[in-house]
């Protein structure tokens, strides 16, 4: 119901206030009708006044002096008889003798213009200096107009002012302004309209509708004048849509003090109705939002329709079937993790234990030299190594997520002691190291033995990554320090994780083609960066290598410290 009287008060408040526009367009259009008709009929006045003057015989006697100040002293009782704002007398080739204007007027400048108007034909509207004005000439001859000798032009006018425009104004409700080369000459418009319709309207291009700056529109539309102009000249109208709009409000209110009556007795009525008829439906809702959310609920029957009871029986059967089916599910997932588990363990304990069962049997061998024997002790002391490290990791990721011993530690020590933890593994033989750190900006809250952990994961993993044939093998670790974090890169130059694990890189049990190892370390790497509040990603992989990047926070009193440091250098 709201909907239908907010629509249908929209609908009737755009139909009057369009009708009242469109009756506006056309009272505009018949006003701009009216002040072509005006100005046609005060044109063929000026014509006819400027002919009758030409025709008498004193300014015929003037002009035959050929004396500029005669002409100009005398000029001035002829200006008096024609009764115009503006009077002038010129030679046969337009250039004026004599110029007489109203009270103000740059002389010099309006002869100015006017000399180079007067040969242009079908010139009425002169515009000097800031003032526009409608004239009208005629050429003085002696004898008739056919075989006579021409002695001159006569040139009859009147000034259009801000006066004339504000009588056409109430004469027919509608404004109007001049315009040269977009430089306001006079104008009845509102000065909040005059900007926004010259820029808004273009000649012939119709009307425009703006808004006039008090909350109501405008139609406005122009016409250009330049043909008949000395120099660029265009004339803009506007009417308010003021009274149509207010007409609009006020069959609105009508209708809307209406709508808001049938909408309470008629709302008040439909609320009671619902009410009773979805009341059964929002407690459903509730049992089936908790059991969605996991939350703890108490089953109850509706007292309702035919079909919420069936909804409910429907409801609680498919509860029971769904909670038995994630049991299962449960179930089987780690049934599924402790299989995957222990076929990783069970391999590399096997792998590990026959070496050490190998090696140690020849160390038992009393014929072998003292060199053979430190290499069979290098590899049991190997495999020692790795089974202790497979069963650490083992332990971590069961307990992640407990709280470990947070305490400030300077970012590269701990990479100095991960590092020499890894270059004692045997895949980091002939690895190339190299470490880059951010001086005096590396201060993080952290579990020191978990951060080593991690970053050991990260770059054992960098010195067992695939590499093409001849390619020397390095592990590169930078660190930068962003205004709250430090970020830790990891770089390898491998040839790149394989498309089919890098979506479950993270994953537990998952490993890039590695031939052993548990595929826990990138898993552990990540929860370890997460129980900082920091993050572990693949930044990018490729034939020119992967790169990790370890996100940590940063102590507040070091955040403050780079700050300052980043305004200083800026």
């Not at 009274?243 to 009525?269: D, Q």
Request: aromatic share 6%; with cysteine.
């Amino acid at each position: 119901m709201s909907a239908f009287t907010a629509s249908s008060l929209w609908l009737i408040w755009h139909q009057v206030r369009e009708q009242g526009a469109r009756q506006e367009e056309t009272e505009l259009s018949q006003s701009i009708r009216s002040f072509g008709t005006a100005e046609e009929e005060r044109y063929a006045s000026l014509q006819r006044e400027t002919a009758l003057v030409a025709e008498l015989p004193s300014l015929k006697a003037l002009l035959t002096t050929d004396d500029d100040r005669t002409i100009q002293d005398a000029g001035a009782t002829f200006w008096r008889t024609a009764g115009g704002s503006l009077f002038a007398l010129a030679d046969t080739n337009g250039r004026v003798r004599a110029i007489y204007g109203p009270a103000g007027a740059d002389l010099t400048a309006l002869s100015r213009d006017l000399s180079l108007s007067l040969p242009q034909e079908g010139k009425r509207y002169l515009v000097s200096n800031g003032r526009l004005f409608h004239y009208a000439s005629n050429p003085v001859s002696f004898g008739d107009a056919l075989h006579g000798v021409q002695l001159g032009i006569a040139v009859d006018g009147y000034e259009i002012d801000t006066g004339m425009l504000r009588q056409l104004s109430q004469t027919s409700g509608t404004e109007a302004a001049f315009f040269s080369k977009h430089t306001l000459i006079c104008a009845s418009l509102p000065r909040a309209l005059i900007e926004s319709a010259t820029e808004r309207t273009a000649p012939g291009a119709g009307m425009t509708r703006i808004s006039d700056g008090n909350g109501y529109l405008s139609i406005v539309t122009s016409r250009d004048l330049s043909l008949l102009a000395n120099t660029p000249l265009g004339v803009v109208f506007q009417r308010s849509l003021a009274t149509a709009e207010r007409t609009a409000h006020a069959v609105s209110r009508s209708i809307l003090l209406l709508g808001c009556w049938v909408l309470l007795v008629g709302g008040g009525f439909m609320i009671v109705v619902a009410r009773q008829m979805t009341q059964p439906l929002e407690s459903l809702a509730r049992q089936v939002d908790a059991f969605g959310t996991g939350r703890e609920h108490t089953r109850k029957s509706f007292r309702g329709t035919r079909e919420i009871a069936q909804l409910e029986q429907n409801f609680t059967a498919m509860e029971a079937r769904v909670s038995d089916l994630n049991k299962a599910k449960l179930e089987s997932e780690k049934l599924a993790t402790i299989g995957s588990m222990a076929t990783s363990v069970s391999h590399d304990l096997r792998h590990n234990l026959a070496t050490i069962y190998a090696h140690a049997e020849f160390l038992i061998d009393v014929g072998i030299s003292q060199e053979e024997r430190e290499d069979f002790f290098e590899n049991i002391k190997g495999a020692v190594l790795d089974t202790t490290e497979m069963l650490e990791s083992l332990a971590t990721f069961s307990r992640t997520g407990q709280a470990g011993r947070f305490t400030p530690e300077r970012l590269e020590v701990v990479i100095g002691r991960a590092l020499a933890q890894v270059q004692l593994h045997p895949a980091a033989a002939r690895v190339a190291f190299q470490t880059e750190v951010v001086p005096n900006s590396s201060v993080v809250l952290c579990d020191a033995k978990q951060i080593e952990r991690a970053l050991r994961n990260l770059l054992l993993n960098g010195c067992q990554a695939r590499r093409p044939a001849g390619r020397d093998p390095a592990v590169r670790t930078e660190v930068q320090c962003g205004p709250d974090s430090l970020n830790i890169e990891v770089l390898d130059n491998g040839i790149g994780v394989s498309a089919e694990v890098e979506n479950s890189l993270f994953e537990p049990f998952v490993s890039a083609g590695k031939q052993d190892g548990t595929g826990l370390g990138l898993t552990l790497a990540r929860r370890i960066a997460e129980d900082h509040g920091g993050s572990l990603v693949l930044r990018h992989t490729g034939g020119e290598g992967t790169i990790f990047e370890l996100t940590l926070p940063l102590l507040k009193e070091v955040q403050a410290r780079v700050a300052v440091e980043q305004e200083i250098e800026a």
